[in-house]
């Protein structure tokens, strides 16, 4: 479900699990139909990655289920990965109106 939104984000996808703000300005370069799974690849990418670090870290790290990830858009209009989060709880105050309204931010709980 999509719904149109705040100042900060044009569009917000709203998922059982969790919801993803969509910036004013990377809106017309993302392809909502395509959304999701764009989203999937480049989060299991990551997750790839940051498994193996945590392969190689002494004592481990701990995880927590609910995680947030922003993605940009390229100048070539490629959707990229930008940074990750995670912790116990959301807190809406940690999302920044000014960065979200350049990203693709997707926050979820994760199993």
Do not use: N
């Amino acid at each position: 479900m999509t719904h149109t939104a705040g100042e900060g984000h044009a569009a917000c996808r709203r998922k059982r699990r969790g919801f993803t703000p969509i910036g004013r300005a990377v809106l017309a370069a993302v392809e909502l139909e395509r959304l999701d799974a764009a989203l999937d690849r480049l989060e299991e990418a990551e997750e790839e990655r940051f498994r193996a670090i945590i392969a190689q870290t002494p004592g481990g790290v701990r995880r927590y289920a609910c995680r947030t990830r922003s993605y940009h858009v390229r100048d070539d209009g490629e959707l990229v990965f930008d940074s990750a989060a995670e912790g116990p709880e959301w807190h809406a105050g940690a999302l920044d109106g000014d960065v979200i309204a350049r990203r693709v931010v997707r926050q979820r709980w994760v199993d």
